[in-house]
């Protein structure tokens, strides 16, 4: 697995190189080690996904390599943005990139993708900020997929809430995510961030006022007296 990687990174990086020498890109030039890492776990991830290879026995690997990509993305993006793209922008995008590659690892496309999708927005609202995108021509557009997201992850977060996550902290939840894509779109980032963190508050509550699970120990109850019965 091993040597299978390393070769891959290599050749890949080579043939990035290569490209860079002898197309002589003026704009854009690509970064060799970020292409040999990228596309080795873009592969092996699909390989794995299509059934040839288990997953199982590349899942550490891939998660490196993926971590080291969401991090090195972000440094790309970083050079390239103005000065408003601080610490605050690139941490969000940093943290969300890590959730997808969690989500990915497991081929759970479609958390995978929601989040893949909220850590590019930092970056896409941070580039309007000084003009080099108008912001009112993709306010729109941004508007509608982070308000997507935000009732993506509400379903998500609901499927693995204990039964005490109800209505009431759904509709919680997603009218305050609401509330933080409105103000994160017109770039009020103080506002949207309080609002963003009020809208997790309704899943924390409801994980940590969680039943016991004693469901469990009256099913173990149970048997041990039908064990009793019989000997």
């Known amino acids: ?9 290599i ?3 080579l043939v990035a190189y290569a490209a860079n020498r002898i197309l002589s890109f003026k704009t854009f ?26 997953l199982e026995e590349y899942q550490l690997m891939l998660a490196a390599m993926m971590g080291g990509s969401v991090v090195g993305i972000a440094y790309q993006i970083e050079k390239r943005m103005p000065e408003s793209f601080g610490m605050f922008h690139k941490l969000t995008q940093v943290v969300f990139g890590f959730i997808g590659v969690y989500f990915l690892i497991q081929l759970r496309w479609l958390e995978a993708a929601i989040f893949i ?14 003009g080099y995108w108008p912001l009112e021509e993709y306010q729109l557009m941004l508007a509608a997929m982070m308000g997507g997201s935000v009732v993506g992850i509400a379903y998500q977060i609901e499927k693995r809430m204990p039964e ?4 009431f902290h759904k509709l919680t939840q997603v ?3 609401f509330i933080g894509v409105y103000f994160l779109v017109q770039l009020r980032w103080l506002e949207a961030a309080i609002f963003i963190i009020l809208a997790a508050v309704p899943a924390v509550i409801a994980w940590l006022n969680r039943e016991k ?16 019965k019989c000997c």
């Open 1 to 9: 697995m091993i040597i299978i990687t390393v070769t891959s990174i």
């Open 11 to 13: 050749l890949i990086a």
């Open 29 to 54: 030039k690509i970064c060799p080690l970020c292409a040999g890492v990228s596309g080795t776990w873009l592969w092996m991830l699909a390989v794995s996904a299509l059934g040839y290879w288990p």
């Open 117 to 130: 999708i909220l850590a590019a927005v930092p970056a896409a609202i941070a580039w309007s900020a000084l």
């Open 164 to 167: 005490s996550f109800g209505m």
């Open 175 to 177: 009218v305050l995510g």
């Open 213 to 228: 699970p004693h469901r469990d120990g009256s099913k173990v109850a149970a048997l041990e007296k039908e064990m009793n």
